[in-house]
């Protein structure tokens, strides 16, 4: 499985981004799909899940309300939609594919990662 995130950039706080997860090499009814970020100094931390095949979401508390993940099984895309973005959103954003066996929100339990894509929120 590979996977290939986009869409980080530099926004005011209050705005919006959407990131992509482009996933290859899989088949992937069979993996959720989870989004992590990684401030400096800091552990990685979960954001958000999906399942592929039912769309079953899951949020942090921190982000619940703001931002939304899905999916396009057409694309083998994966969305996060990231609104009323707070400086304390900053980070670098992963990717993270999981079998769907796994209910976890835990990092080191996911088995594929994308590269990762910035995100700065100026205040």
């Known amino acids: 499985v590979q996977l290939q995130a986009s869409g980080g950039g530099l926004v005011q706080a209050g705005g919006s981004l959407r990131l992509s997860c482009a996933a290859s090499g899989g088949t992937f009814s069979n993996y959720r799909m989870g989004w992590f970020r990684q401030a400096p100094g800091k552990e990685r931390e979960f954001v958000a899940r999906?399942?592929?095949?039912?769309?079953?979401?899951y949020y942090a508390d921190s982000v619940k309300g703001r931002f939304t993940i899905s999916r396009d099984n057409a694309k083998n895309t994966v969305y996060l939609q990231m609104n009323s973005l707070k400086p304390e959103d900053s980070a670098v954003y992963y990717c993270?594919?999981?079998?769907?066996?796994?209910?976890?929100?835990?990092?080191?339990?996911?088995?594929?990662w994308g590269q990762g894509t910035q995100v700065t929120v100026s205040s």
């Open positions: 993270a594919a999981v079998r769907t066996t796994v209910l976890s929100t835990t990092a080191n339990d996911y088995n594929y």
């Open positions: 999906i399942s592929w095949s039912v769309g079953a979401t």
